[in-house]
Nanobody, 115 residues
Framework: QVQLQESGPGLVKPSQTLSLTCTVS??????????WSWIRQPPGKGLEWIGR???????YYSPSLKSRPSISRDTAENQFTLQLRSVTPEDTAVYYC???????WGQGTQVTVSS
């Protein structure tokens, strides 16, 4: 069973860059046809897809976030990372990493943007 675990700071100041890492176990992030996403859920709102990195390394992002997110990977560590630039309090949310098509999700991590 593939497992995902998010890690990173729980508090980020406005205008800074949010950085989260997802560690994948019991599976390789380079396995064919696996797609690794970041999703978030602001308080009182629904899930929002942020972007994904594919097994090939190609990345795709939600147009609604413009050019703020960046997703990269470390194949040696079997991890992929989200960076979200220029955060505001509206970026406060529970952030999840997931392989959506396979139904594998991390437990989520709370990130609060506040001075």
């Amino acid at each position: 069973q593939v497992q995902l675990q998010e890690s990173g700071p729980g508090l980020v100041k406005p205008s800074q860059t949010l950085s989260l890492t997802c560690t994948v176990s019991n599976g390789s992030i380079t396995t064919n046809d696996y797609y690794w996403s970041w999703i978030r859920q602001p308080p009182g709102k629904g899930l929002e897809w942020i972007g994904r990195i594919e097994y090939s390394g190609k990345t795709y992002y939600s147009p609604s976030l413009k050019s703020r997110p960046s997703i990269s990977r470390d194949t040696a560590e079997n991890q992929f990372t989200l960076q979200l630039r220029s955060v505001t309090p509206e970026d406060t949310a529970v952030y999840y990493c997931a392989s959506l098509s396979r139904g594998h999700w991390g437990q989520g991590t709370q990130v609060t943007v506040s001075s």
